[in-house]
């Protein structure tokens, strides 16, 4: 577990300092919006997707530079998610990563824009020369994770979440649900560096399946958090779900069903990598982290 | 004006085509969605980005349905700004298109998705290789219209907008506000026909002239029609600047100057397209629509 939590450190120091460099900043009248969209976007978290964008590339060899700038418009779209998502309208969060989220520091149209302009941003990244000399590898990028931001994958997701209130779903429903609103961008954060590497069929049907699992692992753990920790430890507000009467994995399954469930996940997931050496220990480790973390 | 009001309507409904085809529908739980972003992407509006993209594109001997696909995403982009522009933390606008605006029809947070989803769909329409077998030409269109849209354009305009309430600002910084705010992605709108053709650097140039001056010109216009429009002609709350005590060229120069300042900007607009022959026609009568339109 130590060598994986440098690892994911390093990883997030990389993505901070792309995402530093990339994010506008300026002198100009319209700096507030600058300054809401670093607030979004540098203002901690674990790094998870830059971390599995960094991961995957270098089993195929990609030079960090390229996959630090795809790391780091991964995690714009994952941050423009969460600072929509915290707005009043959506899931009303005053509490992100221990700090007021940006609604709360701002306030909701800059948070709104903010999120707009990260969203842009992202596909600016990714369609930039210095991402990858081979335009095709750009072009499948963006495409990508559009679909992966988009009202197939994210976007959608979370429209389901708002709408599951107070109804009890299958978990069938969950399942599909949690695809789309976490699954889809950690699918995609996992591929890129597949994309980048241009990797043989095989190898990106492993990293496919890694993800798959991984990513259902991960959210079963977020959903244990959210009933068994507290706002401290997780930095955002707990016991979400519940109270807005949301069916989980954990909520129907129960707690020890459903730990047992992220665990046969996890390991399915470490199962995909065979076909890997071990350069691919850190992605296991990483699927050992999601059921196990405590934050 | 009859050829051109025809040539209008006839790219309108090649855009809206492209939209139907494009924009997901969906018998699954996240079809309110889907709703949505048709409610927003194709209740009418008269089109006119697409109409650039396909006026440009035929000057360059584009493809129509290379053309309206890129049309249909900078559509996209437009009517996301609408539906989280009209917001109540925005401009709170009720009414858009003579309309209940897509928060009104639905809910706030569902605006806010849509307009999500449409920016990602856009980015995924650019990146799909329907809209140009060269991955160089759709790698430029998506970096053009995410930098368009983005925190330095649309997006950036926005805020500007937002602070400028019950501020004076220079004409100068109207011009800038305003360029940001609708003119990027004008000109991008513009510039994508010269994308798509591969236009040589001097018509490329041409066209990015006639763009700048066409935005200016036409946002003044529509400056004019906010103070002497109605709601039932413009299809939108009138007199709305004014009440948010927002600077405009009208506001600042008055309407006659203002007018005449359109006018001036018009007449360059046209001037640009010198180098081209009668195929810019639909080009120069759209600047002098522009300014002479009523609603």
């Known amino acids: 577990m130590g060598d994986f939590t440098a690892a994911l450190s390093h990883s997030a120091a990389i993505a901070v300092q792309a995402l530093e460099t990339l994010l506008p900043k300026s002198r100009d009248a319209e700096n507030r919006l600058f300054e809401a969209m670093r607030y979004a976007a540098l203002g901690g978290g674990k790094r998870l997707r830059p971390f599995l964008v960094l991961s995957s590339a270098s089993l195929f060899g990609v030079q960090e530079d390229c996959a630090a700038r795809v790391a780091a418009a991964v995690e714009c779209v ?19 990563r221990g700090k007021p989220s940006t609604h709360r520091q701002f306030d909701e149209a800059t948070a709104i824009l903010a999120g707009d302009a990260l969203l842009s941003l992202a596909f600016e990244i990714l369609s930039g020369s210095d991402t990858h000399e081979d335009p095709h590898i750009r072009c499948e990028l963006v495409r990508g994770l559009a679909m992966a931001s988009g009202p197939q994958g994210m976007v959608g997701g979370q429209m389901l979440d708002l709408e599951s209130e107070n109804q009890t779903l299958s978990v069938g429903a969950v399942t599909r649900l949690q695809q789309m609103k976490t699954g889809a961008l950690i699918s995609f954060a ?15 049907q492993a990293i496919r399946g890694f993800a798959h699992d991984f990513g259902l692992a991960f959210q079963i753990a977020d959903d244990l958090l959210d009933i068994e920790g507290n ?33 046969i996940l996890s ?14 220990d850190l992605l296991r480790a990483a699927a050992h982290y999601a059921i196990e973390r405590r934050a």
């Open 78 to 96: 994952h941050c423009y998610s969460l600072a929509h998502d915290d707005l009043p309208c959506m899931d009303d969060d005053d509490l992100r």
């Open 190 to 204: 996992c591929e890129a560096g597949a994309i980048l590497g241009k990797a043989s069929p095989p190898h990106r």
């Open 231 to 263: 706002a401290e430890t997780i930095g955002k507000s707990a016991g979400k779900d519940q109270a807005a009467g949301k069916s989980t994995l954990v909520s129907l399954l129960g707690s020890e069903r459903a730990r047992m469930q992220a665990k």
């Open 267 to 280: 390991d399915q997931a470490v199962k995909h990598l065979d076909l890997f050496d071990e350069k691919a």
